[in-house]
């Protein structure tokens, strides 16, 4: 029933753009606090940045504080990953998660995500 769709991934040169976006369905989204991660090869799973229900509190990894904004539409069931200046070391599968609360909680409070969407930054 709880589905999330990420799209918008791709290749881009070093200190370019991309903007991510994960659709939401099957729940009530506006109830959910929701997360953008991250896996390269080899590499952990590391949450980059967080959005409470409404959207008023985020939260960002200091490797990407300054160049990523995260944003929701309650009334779309969207949620987006606006990535700037990136850098080689971005590169990674990118995935959107629902959080187990309404508010921004720690890195594990996830239980729902999305088949990832594949984000290449050349040097």
């Known amino acids: 029933q709880v589905q999330l769709v990420e799209s918008g991934g791709g290749l881009v040169q070093a200190g370019g753009s991309l903007r991510l976006s994960c659709a939401a369905s099957?729940?009530?989204?506006?109830?959910?606090?929701m997360g953008w991660f991250r896996q390269a090869p080899g590499k952990e799973r590391e949450r980059v940045a967080a959005i409470d229900w409404s959207g008023d509190n985020t939260y960002y990894t200091h490797s990407v504080k300054g160049r990523f904004t995260i944003s929701r539409d309650n009334a779309k069931n969207m949620v987006d990953l606006q990535m700037n200046s990136l850098k080689p070391e971005d590169t990674a599968v990118y995935y959107c998660a629902r959080s187990r609360s309404a508010v921004i909680m720690w890195a594990g409070e996830y239980d729902y995500w999305g088949q990832g969407t594949q984000v290449t930054v050349s040097s």
């Open positions: 099957g729940f009530t989204f506006s109830n959910y606090a």
